[in-house]
């Protein structure tokens, strides 16, 4: 309700001419992301915006919204849905709460540990197929999968056995998987929107919270926490949508147009993506050098692998057919794809 409302009124704010020029200038086209300026989701907006407006050739303005500036995630996805966004990000760990299919890119322990498979994997076109009509029936077409880095936990203490966890309130992203994913561990998880994550941290009101580098260093969440613990349970992954309306409607070229282009942001963001976890965690580790980095080792990793494998049956209690329908495909695309 409170997001509807928030959705209104962003509408009515925004779209006094929804997308079309009033004056005879460039079609407006607004693509709102769920991260801060120069963060992956920006990089992926930024070179979508710069390539869509040389390839149209000033007919259409492509505006990026950062975080914050229209909402949370939530409401980014009911802006879309609404038409007064063309375009944004929207990651499961969020979208998971309404289309509960999509939790599977929360599970944890399932993705492999080389960047290269789970990138191929995300890009097979039979898993993308199987994802579609997820997204068609809320009014949405999904034009990517995006990895961002794998989830780092930071937290106030060493954490290296599920046992350590007890009593942790970490924070996670709303979706309801991810609370169970965490209770397994024994912690005590809390959801909540991503801007009030640092606030949370400052107050003690949760003692750690988890997102891939790039993003801890974005939010400043090191500041507040004393240890990176690197378990790899998962990618975080992002989907790269449009309003359905909006993309049907276009000129045919035009709708190619945007197929390319997003073909072609796809194969640059994902070195940009590991160029920035890298960097960032360098800047990170330069302004505060008491930051311990601890990485599980394979057989620390067993053991929260053993605790994570019963959230799979929840998954498929929760996301029904459908949803085993999906994780099935995944799991034959990353089959596939650790063979080449
Ligand atoms: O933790 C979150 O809520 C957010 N994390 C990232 C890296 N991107 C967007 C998402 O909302």
Redesign the pocket.
Known sequence: MKHSLHALLTLLFLCSSCGHPSDGGAEVWRFA???TAD???DRYAQAFKRRIEERLEGAVEVKVYP?GALG??DDLTEQLRMGSLQFA?A?P??LGKSIPELQVFLLHFLFPDEDATTLAAVRDPSFRAVLRPLFQDKGMEMLSVLP??WMVWTTQKEIRQPQDFEGVKI????SPLLLAAYQAYGASPQAM??GE?YSALQLNMIDA????I??IEE?SFFEVCDYLIQARPAP?M?TVVANRDFLENLPPATRDVVIEVIDEVDLEISQVQMDLNEERLKRMLDSKPELVVIQLSEEERQAFRRLSLPVRDLFMETAGDYGREVLRVLEESIARASTK
């Open positions: 992301i769920e991260e963060s992956v989701q975080y949370t995630s990000m990651s760990g969020h961002e880095g924070r996670t992203m709303t929107p991503y994550v919270q988890v997102n891939p790039f993003a939010m975080f992002t």
